[in-house]
């Protein structure tokens, strides 16, 4: 105990996304782990699932000496685990387990689940069959662990659980491991996230929606009911903002104990001209598929302007992302070329030969491909949102059009084919990012741009923008490093000409005024740091653990 506080001894922490990168979960979690082990060497275990089975995993290095008694005594249990470290700074324990083996059992374990917590799964569908079983496999790892390791005196044990998908094996833990303190963490409401994304007003209504009404409406009532039973059983529940905690009290009539924000650690980010080198070999490869696709010579004032993350059309705000470009595209204050990438992974076929084959040379092009606005071929291509849009502004990066659009449809992650770079590799290039979120409980990806040093221009309907207002103490303006603009259901074209007026403004600025932008947005992102957030952490075990040692307490006296 420190200054009254109870501080844990060990931390199970599970997730879909432990060596799995998937989602901005996983960047919580990566970029967490260093700051945890550094204070509690080896004994924070994170546990997800094992996909690679027969495959190399270069997200996991497996140890096949780390805790060999316990791995074989789980294993005559039924449990199939593999051990290791997670290759990242800090190199975490790490647990995979094999979640396959429960689907035979499927029925029992919703069976019990109903019985004991009223959990409901008939109307289950898609990858929830898949998620619960894992969770579950999840809550078996920790039960056995912690009975052959952890069961003696004075051990004080955590088990934090993330998203709907690890509910079950939360609740399996609250009844099973009385002594290990739950902590549930909602990084989005599955219910708000599908108002959202159903074009359904989330905000303005927020107070007159019932959670469980809505989720059979939608046909969620399976995730929803996971969710918000989770929430009102473990010891803590958390989310990562405050624009998600008003949800989470509306929607799973459960309020939040504790906000956990998102931080991030700065390793990644170079420095000296080990920054300006990179800046410059991203601008160059962005400018040379621009000229590559468009037949277009970009001089070096050129405006480079992105959008980037999850393919949620209007959650994420591509729509209004697209729309500002297209209104931007008839200002004629607008006197420096600009070119705007759409960085969000489809149904992608695969890179572009034609493209691939330009690339191939050192040749400066001036004709254009057939669709010079794409990179990468995608299934499905009329039924895409992107295209469509392109297709309604009536896109086709002319010459004589101000701003060209090109859609990046893949996950940057190096071998993609086209730019075959990392994407923090190809985000050191923006000038400007755009992320004009109309759902987004926290936003890694304003996050990490002006950890590179590249403003942005985000909503006041996202966590982080929420965050950077606060820091401020007022609405955070561009030259702050961040634009937070006022979003509502209902203002769509004043977002869009917001960001038109952001951009313009930008684009008249002088090399200082965009240095001192840049240095702004470099500095607010010192104040997200893992070092500073990870308080609240603290405080959530805090509540779990006096929590888990009262029931325990409570049980020693009854018995």
Known sequence: MENGK???????????????????????????????????????????????????NPLFEEDFKMWSP???KAKREGITVRIGRWNIPGRPCVILVDFNPYFVHRDRIYAAAWSDYSVDSLHAYGDYDEASMFSYAAGRVV????????????????????????GLGALYVNKHVPAVATIFTTHATSIGRSI??????????????????????????????????????????????????????????????????????????????AFTERRQQARRALLRVANALTGISYPEDTIILATSGRYEFKNKGIDVFLEAMHRLDWQEDLKRPAVAFVEVPAWVAGPRLDLQQRLATDTVYDTPLSM??????????????????????????????????????????????????????VLIGNDLSIYAS?????????????????????????????????????????????????????????????IVRSVLQYAAWSPQQVEQARNSAAELSQKALWKHFIQYYYEAYDIALKKAIRREESMNTIY
């Open 143 to 166: 039960e056995s662990y912690y009975n052959f390791y952890l069961s003696h005196e004075g051990e004080h044990v955590v088990y934090q659980a993330h998203e709907w998908m690890t």
């Open 70 to 72: 316990w791995v074989k």
């Open 196 to 273: 959202a994304g159903n074009n359904k007003p989330l905000y303005d209504y927020l107070y007159a929606y019932n959670g469980n009404q809505m989720a059979v409406e939608l046909n969620m009532e399976a995730k929803h009911s996971i969710e918000r039973i989770t929430a009102h059983h473990v010891d803590c529940f958390t989310t990562v903002s405050d624009v998600t905690a008003k949800e989470c009290a509306e929607l799973l009539d459960r309020p939040c104990d504790v906000v956990l924000m998102n931080g991030f650690e700065n390793d990644f980010v170079p420095s000296g001209e």
């Open 438 to 498: 109309y759902y987004e409980p926290w936003g890694y990806t304003p996050l990490e741009s002006v950890a590179f040093h590249v403003p942005c221009i985000t909503t006041s309907l996202s966590g982080f923008g929420m965050w950077a207002d606060k820091v401020k103490g007022s609405t955070s303006k561009l030259e702050d490093g961040v634009e937070v603009i006022t979003r509502t259901d209902y203002n769509y074209g004043d977002v869009a000409d917001g």
């Open 372 to 425: 010079p606005f794409l990179t990468h071929n995608l299934n499905d291509i009329q039924n895409d949102n992107v295209l469509n849009s392109l297709r309604w502004f009536n896109k086709s990066n002319r010459p004589e059009e101000r701003v060209k659009v090109i859609f990046v449809p893949c996950y940057l992650d190096g071998k993609d084919g086209i730019f075959n770079m990392p994407y923090y590799d």
């Open 6 to 56: 109870v501080v844990p001894t060990f931390i199970f922490e599970s997730s879909w996304e432990v060596c799995n990168k998937v989602g901005g979960i996983y960047t919580v979690l990566s970029t967490r782990a260093k700051t945890l082990q550094d204070a509690m060497p080896d004994r924070v275990v994170f546990i997800g699932p094992d996909f690679w089975k027969g495959k190399e």
